[in-house]
């Protein structure tokens, strides 16, 4: 990654929309069920008069040690903020899902939160959102400034704090770092070295590892009853057992899951940076979009954190990875918004109900994206006025010159391009195409079209394998045969009757295989048997249990597909898609012989049979092909 500050050194200039004193209404005292004493309303505005300044990546913003030394320490107050204050980390998180009260006078109803998914607001809506928790953490920042002392040290400090933004998290690019991992460090470490205003360096509990309930109130918990959230003191990653009280996080474990997972994420985010479709396709999985689609990227990267709080909607928000997760994805759709500039949110069918918009309502640009107003009128933003990021003071290192074009697309290329894009019949593994008058050939591009129901009540995924699978599930994520997957993000309380589809692309491992001398030739036929052998799929729930391909969620299919693709002449063009999709249904993905498993307990692996209801927890029930929980009455039970 290139610093881009050099670029934008020359583009800061001070910025006034809307507002510039945005401090309108902070109104002290809890917002859930007690009415506050100030019936104004709270302007979300994001960082106004401090110039529009890029969103850094963690690892470029590391790198700029006195505006991280603030913004860790800006990080570290927002999170010991008191509970009860409207504009706490705790609050601010509490919108997106539990403790499921109002927020800023605005009455809602429901086991939900504020947040839509499946929905075509699912993008917007968190712009505002991203920048109502951006305005705060700025807040602390320019705060913390003035505790310097007068003089050189603290102008400096206050230079540095009016950079502070939202850094994001790229989980699709290839580590910088090899040996740190697709997760920075920066998000794993206990500790965090700062330096104080007054000028001594110390250690503190580093604010990225965790969110530290102070107190944690068992009862805003507790509606989710089939999990541990109620317990668990802080925010818990991808912990061994979810279900258990005492749970603790594996973060270790967890950069290696992201890290196993990388390459397809790259590669989907670049089929769906680099195809058109319209806007309401590409941000959500509610409209029937092919290609794949950003809700459905995003969803996956939820669920390699497991049963932690960010595998679960409606306790995501609490962990501050999901602040760095969705910044990503603001800034993926606002690259999308640049390259196709004319598509947009239109009018669509709310496909689940959310606290303050019913099921089956229709819902377009100009709905509010309630709680946020965008003044003390009440005024609330709406995907139309949203649709230009830099009203809210930031936009992001790719975006900030303006690029033409080519220079997005070159960019997209630098950061995303697929190693191999196309396999052709000459055993090459090129990925421009050289010659000038499209003579050569042109190569095949492998997928497999995932197609599932979106929500089953609890987050599961469909993964892809060259090579057969481990025996045991728990290994799949970070199996070396394992390709990719595509996931639906879900929970007890989420039911919709959304089918997606999505794709997990195979080249690139093919083209790995052809390498290690296990793929003979990339020749269509040759491909196609090799595939009919080696290519398994499997179900798996976010608690890594497997649902069993003999009884899978209704409606579910998985079909490999090949489709020709003319590969580029430049680094500034993409590659096109030039016939239809040849399906292949004879390669069926090799479903297992469940009953050639090993016995539990008998072998040296201990493998729970899938389909087996576990009385503790909950699970697949063979018998009615669906998901239940123990002990719970659930909103989309029939
Ligand atoms: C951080 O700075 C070092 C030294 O200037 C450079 O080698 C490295 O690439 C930078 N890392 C990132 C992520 O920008
Ligand atoms: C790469 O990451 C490893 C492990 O986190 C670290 O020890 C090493 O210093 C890093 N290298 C660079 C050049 O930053
Ligand atoms: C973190 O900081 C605390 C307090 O300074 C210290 O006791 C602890 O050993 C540190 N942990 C690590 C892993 O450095
Ligand atoms: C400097 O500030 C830090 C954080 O407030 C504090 O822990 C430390 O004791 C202070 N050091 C001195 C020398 O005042
Ligand atoms: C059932 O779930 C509990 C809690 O997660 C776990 O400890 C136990 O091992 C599970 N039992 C089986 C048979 O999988
Ligand atoms: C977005 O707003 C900025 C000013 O804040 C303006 O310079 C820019 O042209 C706008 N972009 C679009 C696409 O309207
Ligand atoms: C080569 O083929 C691509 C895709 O069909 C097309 O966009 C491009 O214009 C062609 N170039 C030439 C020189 O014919
Ligand atoms: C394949 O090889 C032949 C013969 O060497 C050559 O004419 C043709 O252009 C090659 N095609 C590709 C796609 O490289
Ligand atoms: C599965 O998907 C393939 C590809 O879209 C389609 O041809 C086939 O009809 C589907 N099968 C079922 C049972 O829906
Ligand atoms: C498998 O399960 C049996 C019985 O529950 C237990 O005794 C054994 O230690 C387990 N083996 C492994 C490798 O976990
Ligand atoms: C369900 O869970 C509860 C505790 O939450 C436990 O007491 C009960 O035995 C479990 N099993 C069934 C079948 O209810
Ligand atoms: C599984 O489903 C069947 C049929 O719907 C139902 O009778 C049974 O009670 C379910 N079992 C569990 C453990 O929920």
């Not at 050189?152 to 910088?176: C, F, G, M, N, T």
């Not at 700062?194 to 530290?212: A, D, K």
């Not at 057992?241 to 997972?261: F, K, M």
């Amino acid at each position: 990654m290139k610093s881009i500050l050099a670029a934008v050194a020359g583009f800061l200039f001070s910025h006034s929309f809307i507002t510039s004193s945005h401090a309108v209404a902070i109104s002290a005292g809890p917002s859930c069920g007690i009415s506050a004493q100030d019936d104004s309303y709270f302007s979300v505005v994001g960082v106004q008069g401090a110039g529009i300044y890029p969103r850094q990546e963690l690892r470029e913003l590391e790198n700029d040690s006195e505006t991280w030394n603030l913004f860790i320490q800006a990080f570290a107050r927002f999170q010991a903020m008191d509970q009860s204050e409207k504009l706490s980390y705790y609050q601010i998180a509490g919108i997106h899902g539990a403790p499921f009260g109002p927020w800023d006078n605005v009455k809602g109803e429901g086991l939900t939160g504020y947040c839509p998914h499946v929905s075509n607001l699912f993008g917007t809506w968190h712009r505002p959102y991203l920048a109502l928790f951006e305005q705060i953490l700025h807040d602390r920042a320019v705060e913390i400034a003035k505790e310097y002392p007068e003089g050189e040290s603290r102008h400096r400090a206050e230079q540095a704090a009016s950079k502070v933004r939202l850094p994001y998290w790229d989980w699709a690019i290839d580590p910088p770092n090899s040996t740190e991992g697709v997760m920075p460090a920066s998000l794993r470490r206990p500790n965090a070295t700062v330096r104080f205003p007054n000028g001594t360096s110390g250690e503190i509990p580093n604010p990225l590892l965790q969110y530290t309930f102070h107190p944690l109130h068992y009862d805003d918990f507790s509606a989710l009853a089939e999990f541990q959230f109620k317990n668990w003191e802080t925010t818990i990653r991808y912990p061994l057992d979810g279900y258990a009280v005492h749970a603790t996080s594996r973060n270790d474990e967890l950069n290696e899951r992201i890290g196993a997972q990388q390459t397809n994420n790259r590669d989907f985010l670049y089929k769906i940076l680099t195809m058109y479709q319209p806007f309401n396709e590409w941000s959500t999985k509610a409209n029937g979009g092919k290609i794949g689609n950003m809700e459905t990227l995003h969803d996956g990267v939820h669920n390699t954190f497991g049963l932690g709080h960010i595998g679960i909607v409606e306790v995501s928000a609490f962990d501050p990875v999901f602040w760095f997760h969705h910044c990503n994805i603001d800034r993926i759709m606002a690259i999308f918004q640049s390259r196709y500039p004319d598509t947009w949110v239109e009018d669509a069918i709310q496909r689940k109900a959310t606290y303050t918009m019913p099921r089956n309502a229709s819902q377009g640009p100009a709905s509010p994206l309630a709680p946020f107003h965008m003044n003390a009128k009440g005024d609330m933003w709406t995907s139309t006025t949203s649709r230009n990021w830099t009203s809210f003071g930031y936009t992001y290192p790719e975006l900030a010159t303006n690029p033409s074009n080519d220079s997005l697309t070159l960019a997209i290329n630098n950061l995303y391009k697929p190693a191999t894009q196309g396999l052709n019949k000459n055993n090459t593994l090129a990925t421009l195409n050289l010659d000038p008058n499209n003579r050569t050939a042109d190569a095949v591009d492998w997928m497999a079209e995932v197609t599932m129901p979106s929500d089953i009540q609890i987050t599961y995924s469909v993964r892809a394998f060259l090579g057969a699978p481990h025996v045991d599930p728990k290994n799949w994520p970070t199996d070396p045969n394992y390709v990719g997957q595509v996931a639906s993000l879900s929970s007890p309380r989420m039911d919709s009757d959304v089918m997606v589809t999505a794709n997990i692309v195979l080249t690139d491992k093919l083209a790995e295989k052809f390498k290690a001398g296990e793929l003979k030739s990339l020749k269509k036929g040759d491909v196609a048997a090799y595939l009919k052998t080696e290519f398994h799929w499997r179900i798996q729930q976010v608690d890594l249990s497997e649902i069993p391909r003999t009884n899978p969620p209704h409606g579910l299919n998985v079909t490999v597909f090949c489709v020709p693709v003319h590969l580029p002449h430049s680094e500034t063009e993409v590659p096109v898609w030039t016939g239809p999709f040849e399906y292949k249904p004879a390669i069926d993905g090799n479903p297992p012989d469940y009953d050639a498993l090993p016995v539990p307990g008998a072998g040296s692996v201990n493998v729970t049979k899938p389909g087996e209801f576990n009385e503790t927890s909950g699970g697949w029930n063979a018998t009615s092909g669906g998901w239940s929980w123990n002990g719970t009455t659930l909103e989309g039970d029939e």
